[in-house]
DNA sequence: GACCCGTGGGC
DNA sequence: TGCCCAAGGGT
């Protein structure tokens, strides 16, 4: 033979099971995060409080959720209080959170649940499943978190931690059918919510996409990934494609008494139903001056202002120039814009409208370059 | 399965 | 800076 073979330490490894799962609700037992919604180990929460963290927290970090998380429970203490809410109201407390459908479907769930169940939850998969804004992920969680039910909610941490645990090598997303089923073999009977709520912790401190501290990880004896020192490496993804541009232009008209011209965009599709400053469609290249005007909100004289707005949405990446303008408060100019979506809201307004991230950003662009 | 749908933070 | 990521759902 050549040179010795340099083969990996193979340690003996049982695959994942019951002892693992024992291993890792004792760490959560005594390392869980202490979060708004959670009432304790070995305890059921409140189906309304995990039912609306669940929706905030889908795709948004447990700490840009817990402001929300608490405005909204001092509000609207139970389900029936947010049936009872306006929309308007619901979407002008979820603006900067993103994923505005999130916020329609929570009014809807809301309502459909007082409406079709009395104002109770359901407690199983399936019916939560048909409720509005509940998936299979939330149906899982609620009802195994909430209730107690033997179901499991696999999110991106518990997708992570399993496809460490068994070294899953297929790329996501087509692994995702093998992880759930994994997943599944592991919940207990028993304390699904816990096992449900310490994988996600452990994804979150200890089994991270990068750098994993598997010197202290609670499982890392079961964890074939750990084993083969792959765990950073898994799981594996699916390429993903480059991130388009598109241009516009925005037009911020401001009037002599303080007002700011806004305009509701439609309910469906991107930033939907929320406020905005209208602009010019969002093309694949800058609009001309003459095509930009053509747009323009009011007659008037406009000032572009220097430098645009870069905004990256999940898909493409944005950038408005903002056109300002000052106009008179008598009505001596002409609206061109659709006048029953539009709106004037004076400054000290603003932050108490349905306004996106991206649209305070253009305000407050426009309003600071005098 | 593939797209669409926000935002802020970490590195 | 640019990319990745975060307790996904709807279509």
């Not at 004896?221 to 792959?230: K, N, Q, V």
């Amino acid at each position: 033979m050549g040179a010795p073979q340099k083969t990996q330490k193979q340690l003996p490894l049982r695959p994942a099971g019951p002892d693992t799962v024992a291993a890792l609700l004792r760490w959560y037992e005594a390392e869980r995060r202490d979060l708004p919604w959670r009432y304790g180990p070995r305890k059921k929460a409140d189906p309304y409080r995990v039912w609306l963290s669940e929706i905030m927290l889908q795709q948004t970090t447990v700490k840009a959720v817990i402001p929300y998380f608490q405005k909204f429970v001092a509000r609207w203490p139970n389900v029936a209080a947010l049936a009872a809410a306006q929309l308007e109201e619901v979407l002008q407390q979820w603006a900067g959170l993103g994923y505005y459908s999130r916020a329609r479907n929570l009014k809807a769930c809301a309502d459909a649940v007082v409406r079709d169940f009395d104002g109770v939850f359901p407690r199983t998969e399936v019916e939560l499943r048909e409720l509005p804004g509940i998936g299979p992920y939330t149906a899982a969680a609620i009802a195994a978190i909430a209730f107690g039910e033997k179901a499991t909610p696999v999110d991106g941490n518990i997708e992570r931690v399993v496809s460490r645990l068994f070294a899953v090598q297929q790329p996501l997303p087509a692994a995702k059918t093998e992880i759930r089923n994994l997943a599944a073999t592991l919940t207990p009977a028993r304390r699904a919510g816990d096992f449900a709520q310490a994988m996600m912790d452990l994804g979150a401190e200890i089994c991270t996409p990068k750098n994993p501290s598997c010197l202290v990880c609670p499982v890392q004896p079961d964890c074939a990934a750990s084993a083969r020192g792959i765990a950073e490496t898994l799981p594996i993804k699916a390429q993903k494609l480059a991130r388009p541009s598109r241009f516009g232009i925005a037009f911020l008209v401001q009037r002599e008494d303080g007002a700011v011209l806004l305009r509701q965009r439609p309910e469906a599709g991107l930033l939907g139903g929320m406020l905005e400053v209208p602009s010019t469609h969002w093309g694949d290249a800058s609009p001309s001056k003459r095509e930009a005007l053509r747009s323009a909100p009011v007659t008037t004289s406009w000032m572009a202002v220097p430098g645009p707005v870069v905004h990256v949405f999940t898909h493409f990446r944005l950038e408005l120039v903002v056109y300002r303008a000052i106009v008179p408060v008598d009505a001596s100019f002409t609206l061109w814009a659709e006048q029953d979506r539009c709106r004037w809201v004076h400054r000290r307004d603003l932050h108490a409208q349905a306004l996106p991230s991206v649209m305070k950003k253009v305000i407050a662009h426009g309003m600071n370059a005098e």
